[in-house]
């Protein structure tokens, strides 16, 4: 698979629209989504991406809408709460195919979880080997072949943390707004930042903007509400650290599907509120990054 793969993968790009010395994967012009409101979710590894994107799924489907959630991660473990189980990927069935697309049918690859959310895990290459910008295009690609975007309402892109190959920045390309997951800690602040220089980098070429920050697993926001002060970031969401959601994740379930109790009821309502917020229009941030010394200096208490 590897070598099909590099064989597969675009040539470096002559320009460097995407910022000074850039080498990122560019969206080829024909792979535009639709008319569906696209989010994509980043932050440093750990903090919770694919939690929140998973509920906020739920989320929106409990609103009424059509959802699709890919997945962006070679562990392909972003939509196991929605569908109870570890699905397929992409390029693990693409590779079935001998790359044929063609030969496939849409319930190869795409998995309807909880309340009709769709589930699809893009995958990845081996470690060291191919471009994870590559296989996220190559599933956009797909998605489109077989028709599947057309009548869907929101995408939510899950992707990986703390990996700074310009092909994880793919999704940006398709996104309307993205979003940020982050703790009220030095680390993951300190992640944020270097995410939100990246969205503005994209954002002189692509549609997508920053939409904002959602603090979670954290009791207190004051780090982030003070840093999102200082750079024109606005919180989006607060998700506190409550063992429900530690919990659902071991059930293979998302909230909507734990048993009520105050804390879950608080939890639910907030991704409910979120996304009714951001199916609403939730207004773009005019944010901008801090230098790695300043935001060092920055953080943290006198």
């Not at 079935?96 to 690859?109: A, G, N, Q, W, Y």
Request: hydrophobic content about 40%; aromatic content about 6%; glycine content about 10%.
């Amino acid at each position: 698979m590897s070598t099909i793969l590099l064989d597969r993968m675009p040539k470096r790009p002559p320009s460097r629209g995407d910022g000074e010395g850039s080498v990122q994967v560019h969206l080829d012009p024909t792979a535009s989504i639709g008319t569906a409101k696209v989010f994509s979710v980043y932050g440093k590894g750990g903090i919770g991406k694919s939690t929140t994107s998973s509920n906020l799924s739920a989320a929106f489907s409990k609103l009424g809408k059509r959802v699709l959630q890919i997945g962006c991660d070679p562990k392909h473990d972003s939509t196991f709460t929605l569908t109870k189980r570890l699905v397929p990927t992409v390029i693990d069935v693409l590779e079935s195919v001998d790359f044929h697309s063609e030969e496939l049918r849409p319930e190869d690859f795409v998995y309807e979880g909880y309340n009709g959310v769709l589930c699809v895990e893009a995958g990845g290459p081996p470690a060291g080997t191919g471009c994870g910008g590559y296989v996220v295009g190559q599933t956009v690609k797909l998605l489109k072949e077989h028709h599947l975007l057309e009548d869907t309402d929101v995408v939510i892109f899950d992707v990986l943390g703390d990996v700074v190959c310009g092909g994880f920045a793919s999704p940006l390309q398709h996104a309307d707004l993205a979003l940020i997951v982050a703790a009220n800690d030095f680390d993951s602040i300190f992640a944020m930042n270097r995410i939100v220089a990246a969205i503005n980098a994209k954002a002189k070429n692509y549609g997508v903007r920053v939409g904002g920050v959602i603090a979670n697993r954290s009791k207190d926001t004051d780090q982030i509400d003070r840093f999102a002060d200082a750079t024109g970031l606005k919180r989006l969401a607060h998700l506190p650290d409550v063992d429900a959601i530690r919990i659902s994740r071991l059930k293979k379930s998302v909230l909507f599907e734990m048993e009520s109790t105050p804390e879950v009821d608080l939890v639910q309502n907030e991704y409910l509120r979120l996304a009714a917020s951001l199916w609403a229009g939730a207004t773009p941030c005019d944010a901008r990054s801090m230098k790695d010394r300043e935001i060092f200096d920055f953080l943290g208490f006198d």
